[in-house]
């Protein structure tokens, strides 16, 4: 591996998953730090749904990818479509993990725990980046646009449903139960 890769490697792994989880972290709690202000109801949770959890995930997993792309881009010539696509994976498994393992431990074992909570995070944050990291080092060439349109399809769909959430279980408030 070279210098490059493993300053990459190390960026997305090893600093990327704490920082992201606790940007994800304070995600939680800036739609009331905020006054319950409608622009941060767009991108943090506004109550205890599982579809509200997983926003925790999209701002910072977007940020985190395209801000290194630009920072470091060109200096370690980073493919941009092998980059973005990893992008992409790996939100949409950090987004996938959240409600698969909520469901698994609240349905296996009928509890609901804080602490498992929070572990789901970190979980969805760390399978996101490795798997998202796996595609840019070994994928065969992305598409860039494609991505960016994922991207921007999943902030679309949040704002939308935080908007008009459907009433289906994953959009119920866990606290008003």
């Known amino acids: ?104 431990y609240t349905g296996a074992f009928g509890i609901e725990r804080i602490w498992a909570d929070i572990a789901i995070l970190f979980i969805a944050f760390l399978v996101g980046q490795l798997l998202g990291f796996h595609v840019y080092r070994y994928g065969k060439r992305g598409s860039y646009t494609f991505a960016v349109l994922f991207m921007m399809m999943v902030l679309g769909v949040f704002t939308l449903f935080t908007l008009f959430p459907p009433e289906l279980p994953i959009f119920i408030d866990q606290s008003a139960q």
């Open 1 to 104: 591996m070279n210098n490059d890769m493993k300053r990459q490697s190390r960026w997305m792994i090893l600093i990327g998953v704490p920082v992201l989880f606790l940007m994800g972290s304070f995600l939680h709690f800036a739609y009331e730090l905020s006054g319950e202000n409608f622009l941060v109801s767009l991108i943090a949770p506004v109550n205890e749904s599982v579809w509200e959890h997983m926003k925790m995930v999209v701002l910072p997993t977007i940020l985190w990818w395209s801000i290194y792309y630009i920072w470091r881009g060109k200096k370690e010539k980073i493919d941009k479509d092998r980059w973005f696509t990893g992008a992409a994976v790996s939100l949409f498994v950090s987004l996938a993990l959240i409600p698969l393992l909520y469901y698994f």
